[in-house]
Structure formats: C-alpha cells, structure tokens
C-alpha cells in the first residue's frame, strides 16, 4: 500500500499449525461486514457489541481479499481454525497505528 497510513486495524491472526498471519484490513472488508451481518439468522450484533466476531470477520476477508487463504476458505472453517485475532498496535515500520474503533486500549494488566 505504498506509503499511505490507514486507519484500519491491522491484525495478527494466530492458527495451530498455520504460519501466523498480519494482515491489514481495508474498507472493503468492513463492506463485507456491512452487507453480511444483517443477512446472517439470527442477525449478528453490530461490532462494537460483537468485536471479536467483527475483528475476526474482517481478518478472514483480508485473508481472502488478500489470497492468505483460498477464496474457497469458508467463514466458518476460519472461525473454528483461529485461535487469537488481536489488534495490532504497531506498524511493520515501527510507527503506532490504529487498532480499530471497538479495541480501547486500557491500563497495563498488573
């Protein structure tokens, strides 16, 4: 993506006995997000009462989008393969980037 920053949460998406991922998501997975939630029965909460299953659902489309994973790579097999999706909260240069509208980050556990 060259030298623009996005917002967007990059995500690092850990499977057992699967390289682990990171990936950037864009706008075109939140899309796909906004036009498969309210299609799912029972309709899936919005992210921010749901951020795992949205974090998740955008980390399986940029996996797709990106061709990490074959587009044939159900949602429901990435769903039960993946063992933590977490915001990352640093850029591969070093730099803080965002983590994502539903991710607060709190104080240190301790």
Do not use: H
Not at 14 to 25: A, V
Not at 92 to 98: C, D, K, Q, T, W
């Amino acid at each position: 993506m060259g030298q623009v920053k996005l917002t967007n949460p990059r995500v690092l998406i850990i499977r057992e006995g699967m390289p682990d991922l990171e990936l950037q998501t864009t706008n075109a997975d939140m899309i796909r997000w906004d036009l498969t939630r309210p299609k799912q029965r029972p309709p899936w909460p919005d992210f921010q009462s749901a951020p795992i299953l949205w974090m998740t659902f955008l980390a399986w489309s940029a996996a797709r989008r990106t061709g990490a994973i074959e587009e044939t790579y159900t949602w429901e097999k990435w769903s039960d393969a993946v063992l933590e999706c977490r915001p990352l909260t640093e850029d591969p240069e070093g730099e803080a980037a965002g983590t994502g509208a539903p991710f607060q980050q709190g104080p240190e556990p301790g």
